[in-house]
Each structure stands twice: as structure tokens, then as C-alpha cells.
């Protein structure tokens, strides 16, 4: 059964930086795109990055590219977001999430969820 755990979330003032992790368990996930997502409150489950493990490829939101870089530790089965020069808008529920094929933004396309972890951003 596949497991996601994220944690790392937490308060922080704007301009600052934070490290999410997303710890995988169930199967190896080297063939599979891996998502980070955010949730704010009375908004839509949003794409965040992305990326392949197999190909190294990775995809950002136009939010957030130049600012949150996602990485990943096959060793570990661990995916990482980098979250740097941060914005009270960046204030949501963090996921990681497991996809199927091809690297996709769409959350429902995501079999796999972790629980979530809460980032705020204060201005």
C-alpha cells in the first residue's frame, strides 16, 4: 500500500524559505511522477512542481518557478520542495502526491495523496 508522509510545513514571514519532504513507502517510485499541490482556504487543489525521477524532468507553476525547487532522493524514496522568498499567497496546505505516466498538473490525474502539511506566510 502506497504511504506519503509530508512534513516541514509551518509559520514563517514573508521573504522566508521552508523545506517540504515527502517521505514514500509501498513501492519504488523511480517509474512514477511525483507532485507537490497546495490547497488554500475556499480555493481548488492547485499544482505546485513536479517531477520524474526516470528523467530528472521537473515542471513548476508560473507561481512559483525561479522561487520552489522540487528534487528527489531515490536512495530514500523521498521528494523534497525547496520553498524560497516566500509570499503570504504561498499560505495553503501543502501534498505530495504519486501520478501515473506522464507528469501531469491535473490533481485528479494523482492516485496517491500524503495528508498534508499547513504552510502560512506571514506579510
Known amino acids: 500500500q502506497v504511504q506519503l508522509v509530508e512534513s516541514g510545513g509551518g509559520l514563517v514571514q514573508a521573504g522566508g524559505s521552508l523545506r517540504l519532504s515527502c517521505a514514500a513507502s509501498g513501492r519504488t517510485f523511480s517509474s512514477y511522477p511525483m507532485g507537490w499541490f497546495r490547497q488554500a482556504p475556499g480555493k481548488e487543489r492547485e499544482f505546485v512542481a513536479g517531477?520524474?525521477?526516470?528523467?530528472?524532468?521537473?515542471r513548476y507553476a508560473n507561481s512559483v518557478k525561479g522561487r520552489f525547487t522540487i528534487s528527489g532522493d531515490n536512495a530514500k524514496n523521498a521528494v523534497y520542495l525547496q520553498m524560497n522568498s516566500l509570499k503570504p499567497e504561498d499560505t495553503a496546505v501543502y501534498y505530495c502526491?504519486?501520478?501515473?505516466?506522464?507528469?501531469?498538473?491535473?490533481?485528479?490525474?494523482?492516485?496517491?495523496w500524503g495528508q498534508g502539511t499547513q504552510v502560512t506566510v506571514s506579510s
Open positions: 502526491a504519486v501520478g501515473r505516466g506522464l507528469l501531469q498538473t491535473e490533481p485528479a490525474l494523482y492516485p496517491y
Open positions: 517531477l520524474r525521477w526516470s528523467t530528472g524532468y521537473t
